[in-house]
Every structure is written in C-alpha cells, then in structure tokens.
C-alpha cells in the first residue's frame, strides 16, 4: 500500500509567518504534487516534483515555493502567509509518468490569521 | 485549461437508492486518462479507478459502475443500492498530454440519508 504522510492534520498560523509544510512517501514514487483545496473551486495544482531538486509550476504558484532535497520528502514552503492561503492542502504522489494513479496524503487545513 | 465539469454539486438521496455521478471532460489529446476519487468526511482523497482514453468498456466493481463514452466526453460513475457509508465528496478529474497533473472537477457533494 502507498503511503503519504503530511506532517499536520491541523496548523494556525499568522500573517506574514513563514509556513512549512512537509509531505512524505514510502513507496519510492517520482512525482509529488501540492494541491489546494477550496470550496467551490476543487483541487489546484500549485507545484509538483519529477525528481530530486526539480520543480514545476502548476497553476497557481504565486505566494509559494517547493523543495526536494530528498526523493521521499517534497515540501510547500509558504513565504509570507497570507489570509488568502487559508485552506486545505493536499500532497499527492505517483510513479513515473504524469498518467499514472496519484496517492493522496490525510491533507494539512491551514489556517492564516 | 482542458476543464473537467461535474455539473451536480450536491446530490441527496435516502439509503438503498441508485444514484449517477455526472462527469464531463474537455480535451484535444488523443490519449488521456480518466480518474474518479472519493473524499470521506475524514478528508483523504482515496482513489476509486483510472480508464484510458483507448478503453471504453464500462467497469463494475462491486456496487461502483463506470460509464465512459467518448462520444459525449462523459465519464459517469454510478453506486447501486447505495449505503450511508457512499457519503462522501466524489471528485472526477483527468490527465492528459501535458506537464499539468490532474485537473479535477469540483467535486459533488453526496448524501445517504439513511
């Protein structure tokens, strides 16, 4: 079975704080993904990962970043949170090829005050 | 963007009832592939099935049916006799040619009434 983990379940956070959110694997999968999740909106893809060090844009990117220093740990880094970043955020993982089923994590629901 | 509309937001029906999932899909690829997930209450998107774009065969699994017609863009996903436990938000999304992930539809909302 995958396994995907994200480091909290639950985070409050201030405005301007730097957020670090932490997703890992188990099953030695290439490609990782961030996505939020928003009411009415569904899922967005802010980055995603095919390898160690590599990093691509999704569709809403801006206010974020992404590190993979590692091949089982792909992290969301928010800069400066802002109000407007509250939201559910969920890590996703898949093997080689962008086709192939993605495995999601317990997802993090942030919170910017 | 090649969007993914799930036209139904919320869906409520009581116990034991049939109910269909609406799913349909924008695309100019030639090879694409379908994904229906389910979202319980506790928030983990737990898979439920992958077809490709070359395999139009419905599936069944158990009491879960898919209904992919390329003609119409639409990939529809019926629970038979459904159960209070079927309550859940079920995303349908797809991945094509690009470097883009999935794009997922906004999900429906659906309540068993018991």
């Known amino acids: 079975d995958v396994k995907v983990t994200q480091s909290s379940r639950y985070l409050v956070k201030r405005t301007g704080e730097k957020v670090f959110l932490e997703c890992v694997q188990d099953m030695d999968h290439e490609n990782m993904f961030w996505y939020r999740q928003d009411p009415g909106l569904g899922l967005r893809l802010i980055y995603f990962?095919?390898?160690?060090?590599?990093?691509e844009k999704g569709d809403i990117p801006e206010g974020y970043s992404v590190s993979r220093e590692k091949k089982e740990r792909f992290s969301l880094i928010l800069e400066s949170a802002s109000t407007n970043q509250t939201s559910m955020y969920l890590c996703a993982t898949s093997n080689a090829g962008l086709r192939e089923t993605q495995y999601f994590g317990p997802g993090t629901r942030l919170l910017v005050l | 963007a090649q969007k993914v509309t799930q036209a139904q937001t919320e869906i409520s029906v009581v116990e034991k009832e049939d109910v269909t999932l609406d799913c349909v899909y924008e695309?100019?690829?030639?090879?694409?592939?379908l994904f229906w997930y389910k979202q319980p209450p506790s928030g983990e998107l737990v898979f439920l099935i992958r077809r490709n774009s070359f395999d139009e065969q419905n599936e069944i699994s158990g009491r879960y049916s898919w209904n992919f017609q390329k003609s119409t863009s639409s990939f529809n996903f019926t629970i038979t006799a459904s159960q209070v436990v079927d309550s859940a938000v079920y995303f349908c999304a797809r991945s094509g040619g690009g470097a883009d992930g999935l794009t997922f539809g906004k999900g429906t909302h659906l309540i068993i009434q018991p």
């Open positions: 695309t100019r690829d030639t090879t694409y592939y």
């Open positions: 990962s095919y390898d160690v060090k590599m990093k």
